[in-house]
């Protein structure tokens, strides 16, 4: 009981007193926010990089696509995205009166968006090149075949995949407070240093952290499910 009563106050004076509960909340938000612009740029920069990479596989005439995208991957994938942060933030943005908010976006969009186009261009080359010449027969261009035809497919495939990198995102954003960005684990470094007790605080923030993953790792395992449903129809 006597850990118990000791524990029950270490939290209580980590998230209750003094409001701080409002700023793990406010914290919290701040995570959830960027995660998801970051997942949009991300995906939406991975999918480009992987059509460069197809097509410049299939058509002498884009292989100068074909290298700029394997040197962005090489270059994102290569470095820590605490140093791209840094480099985004202090380089490039600061001076342009930018918020730090758009720079922890861009920074992990951009770097999820390498890993994410290897996902991609794994998951097209592992659909039957037959697809694009049965899509081509059809009168379909071949964006069309691949927009239509190639990309649902390989979205099934890659699904595991893509899901573990999102979760992955959601948990890089954690070193943002390095550019003065309030997300939940600033505010529990916050709280710790307001309260003399940086422990709890933290556990409250890995929690928070946990709690998401659970809930994404299960919407995936449903969103999985009903694929594979609608598969066997």
Request: proline share 3%.
């Amino acid at each position: 009981m006597s850990w118990f009563t000791g524990a029950w106050e270490r939290f209580s004076n980590a998230f209750l007193e003094k409001d701080r509960y409002l700023s793990f909340l406010k914290g919290f938000g701040m995570t959830l926010e960027i995660s998801l612009f970051a997942v949009i740029l991300g995906v939406v920069l991975g999918i480009l990089l992987a059509v460069a990479k197809y097509m410049a596989a299939n058509h002498k005439s884009c292989r100068p696509l074909g290298w700029i995208a394997n040197v962005y991957i090489t270059v994102i994938r290569g470095t820590p995205v605490y140093v791209q942060m840094l480099i985004i933030y202090y380089l490039i943005l600061t001076a342009r009166g930018i918020p730090a908010i758009v720079s922890g976006v861009l920074c992990f969009g951009i770097n999820s968006s390498a890993y994410v186009a290897e996902i991609i261009r794994a998951g097209i080359e592992a659909v039957d090149r037959g697809q694009m010449e049965a899509g081509r027969s059809l009168g379909l261009s071949e964006m069309q075949t691949m927009k239509e035809i190639i990309m649902p497919q390989a979205v099934r495939n890659i699904l595991p995949a893509l899901g573990n990198e999102f979760i992955v995102l959601i948990k890089e954003t954690a070193v943002i407070g390095g550019i003065t960005v309030l997300d939940v684990t600033k505010a529990a470094m916050n709280v710790g240093a307001s309260s003399y007790d940086y422990l709890t605080p933290l556990l409250i923030a890995a929690a928070m952290y946990l709690v998401v993953v659970i809930i994404l790792t299960k919407l995936l395992s449903m969103l999985e499910r009903r694929l594979a449903k609608s598969d066997r129809r």
